[in-house]
């Protein structure tokens, strides 16, 4: 069974400053997909990020960016110029790829992210 | 793009009677929906999958005759719980995907409260 793991429940960083949330995971498979969602106050469920496994390229979105390591099995999401709207709960996921058919999300515990002013 | 919605936001009910939750994609067909249940603080948990036209797939220890889900087109799914009880008061959550985007969009979830 795939298992995703947070292993930081809480962080703070100040505003404008650089955060890593760390992620690892463990899969037999070769082809997934790795997510980052943000869950906000308003408890919506925003996707951040997205990484194909067969790509090594990391992927970015504006101020976030990921540490993708297939060997370790390890997915960190950088936020750059943190903001005080950054401040979320921060779900990493794992998906397998399998063209044709959807497929579960495995979830992370959690990171609860706070940008201090 | 990729919009889902839920309906209601939030529901107050008396123990003993039934609610529905609608979810709907706002932009595009769904051929697959998720149903989450959420506690405070914790990660989401998996319900139950629901693909259109097909009876849904629940995850173990979900009581299919408890929470009832209809996946009638391609932009709507429903839960019904089902003579709630207290313990059902919960944060429940769809999500729902297309087989080309291979990506889960959320709705903004619906808050349960159970008397």
């Known amino acids: 069974a795939q298992t995703v793991t947070q292993s930081q429940p809480e962080m703070s960083v100040q505003e404008a400053e650089t955060v890593t949330l760390s992620c690892t995971y463990d899969?037999?498979?070769?082809?997934?997909?790795l997510f980052w969602y943000k869950q906000p106050p308003s408890r919506q469920m925003i996707l951040v990020i997205r990484q194909e496994a067969y790509k090594q390229q990391n992927a970015t979105e504006n101020r976030f960016s990921v540490n993708f390591q297939k060997a370790a099995k390890s997915f960190s999401l950088k936020i750059s110029d943190s903001q005080l709207g950054d401040t979320a709960m921060y779900f990493c996921?794992?998906?397998?790829?399998?063209?044709?058919?959807?497929?579960?999300?495995?979830f992370g515990s959690g990171t609860q992210l706070t940008v201090l002013p | 793009g990729a919009v889902v919605s839920q309906h209601p936001s939030r529901v107050i009910c008396k123990s003993g009677t039934s609610v529905k939750i609608e979810c709907r994609s706002l932009?595009?067909?769904?051929?697959?929906m998720f149903w989450y249940r959420q506690f405070p603080k914790q990660s989401l948990m998996l319900m139950a999958t629901?693909?259109?036209?097909?009876?849904?797939?629940?995850e173990q220890g979900v009581e299919k005759d408890k929470f009832l889900i209809n996946h009638a087109s391609l932009t709507l799914s429903t839960l019904t719980v089902t003579s709630a009880h207290p313990e059902d008061s919960s944060f429940y959550i769809c999500s729902a995907e297309t087989l080309e985007q291979e990506t889960q969009y959320f709705g903004p979830g619906t808050r349960l409260l159970v008397l």
């Open positions: 629901s693909n259109e036209g097909s009876k849904a797939t629940y």
């Open positions: 899969t037999s498979e070769n082809n997934y997909y």
């Open positions: 996921a794992w998906r397998i790829q399998h063209a044709g058919s959807a497929r579960q999300l495995t």
């Open positions: 932009d595009f067909q769904a051929t697959t």
